[in-house]
């Protein structure tokens, strides 16, 4: 958990609200697997939490048609934004709440299907989040989730391990829930029955190091760079860089 959670929700509210250029092929694949292995039916209530710019609410919303619901909710107005200009383009029967997912409340037993894309390692209590979705969920419901291991991504693992280095802790969000058997523990600890976990592999190669950089330097999860002096601050990016590059193949890094 962060140290001060005010000051992270901020950051993410910062970072996401910032982010134009947030849909890719990289998030649909991501996003419409998470879908598919929920196994959505014409009619069902759906909450999609962190929904972001909507990609999972989306493509749930085409299953469960005009007779069921999606209600998205995310912390970043911004993404919200995204969200609407998609869902109004395409007349879809999804409602978005501004919202942060640590703190939602919803009546027990609503929704048939509680989904969240990748961003379950956002959430500052990830044991008390799993106990209140099972309570939001009808007794045959399903909550699907998404998540990185703990040793992705390299881009990741190296800027850790440089700030490290330099005397600066960046913790791991994928850390909690980042193997099979941290997933399963945690999910019967809160209650859940019929639990599958599923490992798939969704690399992708970047073109260039410096997007690695901006990623992790901006994100909530990496700004403690910036408790380092300028000067360290410009010898840390080179090595990062350096050492970046060096691991590119001809698809990439």
């Given amino acids: 958990m962060p140290e001060n959670i005010s000051e992270y929700k901020q950051r993410i509210v910062t970072d996401f609200n910032s982010r134009s250029n947030y849909d890719n092929q990289w998030r649909y694949n991501f996003a ?9 039916e014409s009619g069902q209530k759906v909450l999609d939490i962190a929904t972001g710019t909507g990609i999972a609410a989306i493509a749930s919303a ?4 005009k007779e069921g619901k999606v209600i998205g909710v995310d912390i970043s107005s911004g993404m919200l934004k995204q969200a609407q200009s998609k869902i109004d383009a395409e007349l879809l029967n999804i409602e978005l ?3 942060d997912a640590d703190y939602l409340n919803f009546a027990d037993n609503s929704f048939d299907a509680i989904l969240c894309s990748s961003a379950i390692g956002y959430l ?8 209140s979705w099972y309570r939001f969920l009808k007794p045959e419901g399903i909550v699907a989730f998404s998540c990185f291991a703990q040793t992705a991504m390299t881009i990741s693992v190296l800027y850790r391990a440089k700030l490290q280095a330099y005397g600066v802790i960046v913790p791991n969000p994928s850390e909690i829930l980042g193997t099979p058997e941290k997933c399963l523990e945690m999910l019967q600890k809160a209650g859940f029955k019929d639990i599958e976990i599923q490992t798939e592999q969704f690399g992708f190669y970047l073109s260039e190091a410096q997007r690695a950089w901006q990623g992790n330097s901006n994100s909530a999860c990496g700004y403690q760079v910036f408790q380092l002096a300028q000067e360290e601050i410009a010898q840390l990016k080179a090595e990062y860089l350096t050492e970046l590059e060096a691991l590119a193949t001809d698809k990439g890094i």
Avoid: F, S
Avoid at 32 to 40: D, F, S, W, Y
């Fill in 124 to 131: 500052t209590d990830i044991p008390a989040a799993l106990r």
């Fill in 32 to 40: 419409h697997r998470l879908v598919e292995i929920a196994n959505l």
């Fill in 62 to 65: 085409k299953i469960v048609g």
């Fill in 97 to 99: 709440i501004e919202a």
